[in-house]
């Protein structure tokens, strides 16, 4: 049963930025963390970013770090990854889901269709 909703990919030029919205209700978002994963053609789903259920925690993986920023509204029950400085290496399919980790995420059956985001010249 998907539960999370991803949004905003895009085509999108070397240097640019686009901003990920995963939304999903209320209850959801205040239950536990919330990640983002993605997953390039002829490779293995990466974790991306996490945010905690109080909102106060995040963790990016080190190919991101100083570019991703994940953060959530409250009042719109979305999460948000913004992406600065976007390059091609970052081309792939974006999910989000209520898992942070690639090991919790081999047990994770709620997966969504993603958000395409390819990042060319």
């Known amino acids: 049963q998907v539960q999370l909703v991803e949004s905003g990919g895009g085509l999108v030029q070397p240097g640019g930025s686009l901003r990920l919205s995963c939304t999903a209700s209320k209850s959801i978002l205040e239950s536990g963390p919330i990640g983002w994963f993605r997953q390039a053609p002829g490779k293995g789903r990466q974790a991306v970013s996490c945010?905690?259920?109080?909102?106060?925690?995040?963790t990016y993986a080190d190919s991101v770090k100083g570019r991703f920023t994940i953060s959530r509204d409250t009042v719109k029950n979305v999460v948000y990854l913004q992406m600065n400085n976007l390059k091609p290496e970052d081309t792939a399919v974006y999910y989000c889901?209520?898992?942070?980790?690639?090991?919790?995420?081999?047990?994770?059956?709620?997966w969504g269709q993603g958000t395409q985001v390819t990042v060319s010249s």
């Open positions: 945010i905690n259920a109080s909102g106060t925690g995040t």
């Open positions: 889901a209520r898992v942070c980790t690639v090991v919790a995420a081999q047990g994770y059956d709620s």
